[in-house]
């Protein structure tokens, strides 16, 4: 993977294909290894770009916090090294509501925007299954949040792997954790959780999506893809209840359901999550017409 130099580290990301700049961004606890079957997929006339997030896959591990604020930073850094001009922006988990971040801020860049199981609004504990809230809990506390993750590996062990209803392979797994041998270098993962917008905390994290929740409202010029999939509450983070959130609130908006699959949806239905891309970029003439790729006979 090419690597660049971005403030104090480096950012290494996939880089493949010619034509309009579609950025992947994945989220906690995957890397850019997430769009490896969907990338090649989406067809013609679309350049994937795909950068593992500051300190996760092979990107720089600086010693900063990892907040929501130091990913944007970092990822703004990596906007402005690459000089991609005019973007369209895809979004899974935390990757999503980076994204929705970066077009709230850039919306002249912004062609745009898909997302699949993100964080779409500021959220409460009633948004959360009663199974899953002590989970959360722990994550988010002092102590027990350091033990379940640092220690634990909770995340590459037990949540990544019950995320994905087809199953990981021992390679891909082995992919997804090796960024992560040591205590220290799980610390990323560790401030995902605890960036969650519950009740009003952290207040920073809430204020910026506030931020892009106005803009998805009123950028009615930037088209919008929101990905859905077939499960259950423990499963999946949007529901019905969020898909009618999204429907009644962002401007522009497609709904497209993409089958059955869990929290990693990208690792469970790739084909379908690929073609509903393609078929949304050629609705709003999002890359290049085929006739224009080719060479006049």
Same mark, same amino acid.
């Given at each position: 993977?090419? =690597? ?71 990822? #703004?850094?990596? $906007? ?12 899974? #988990? ?5 994204? $929705? #971040? ?10 745009? %925007? ?15 299954? #009663? ?22 590996? $909770? ?50 994290? %809430?204020?910026?999506? =506030? ?17 859905? $999939?077939?499960?259950?509450? =423990? ?63």
């Amino acid at each position: 993977m090419p =690597e660049i130099t971005v403030l104090d580290s480096t950012i290494s990301y996939v880089d493949a294909g010619n034509g309009t700049p579609f950025v992947f961004l994945h989220g906690n606890p995957t890397s850019s290894h997430l769009w490896r079957n969907i990338l090649p997929a989406v067809g013609d006339g679309i350049r994937c770009l795909a950068p593992d997030l500051i300190g996760m896959g092979s990107s720089g591990k600086p010693d900063i916090a990892y907040t929501f604020d130091d990913h944007a930073r970092y990822l #703004d850094a990596w $906007f402005e090294a690459m000089q991609l001009g005019e973007v369209v922006l895809i979004g899974h #988990d935390w990757g999503g509501a980076l994204a $929705f #971040d970066w077009a709230a801020r850039h919306p002249e860049s912004v062609r745009g %925007v898909v997302a699949m199981e993100a964080i779409m609004r500021p959220m409460d504990w009633t948004d959360f299954p #009663d199974s899953a809230r002590p989970r959360y809990e722990a994550l988010r506390g002092t102590g027990t949040g350091e033990a379940k993750v640092l220690d634990e590996n $909770f995340f590459i062990k037990v949540a990544l792997p019950a995320t994905v209803l087809s199953g990981l392979s021992d390679e891909d797994l082995r992919i997804y954790g090796q960024p992560y041998p040591t205590r220290e270098s799980r610390r990323p993962l560790l401030e995902w959780p605890r960036s969650i917008p519950i009740n009003g905390e952290p207040a920073n994290v %809430v204020a910026r999506i =506030e931020a892009y929740d106005r803009w998805l409202a009123t950028s009615g010029n930037v088209p919008k893809l929101l990905l859905t $999939f077939e499960g259950s509450p =423990e499963t999946l983070m949007i529901g019905p209840e969020m898909i009618a959130w999204c429907a009644e609130n962002i401007a522009s908006l497609e709904i497209e359901n993409c089958g059955p699959a869990r929290h990693a949806a990208p690792e469970d239905r790739p084909e379908a999550i690929a073609a509903a891309i393609a078929g949304w970029a050629d609705r709003h003439e999002l890359r290049p017409a085929p006739s224009t790729l080719m060479p006049s006979a």
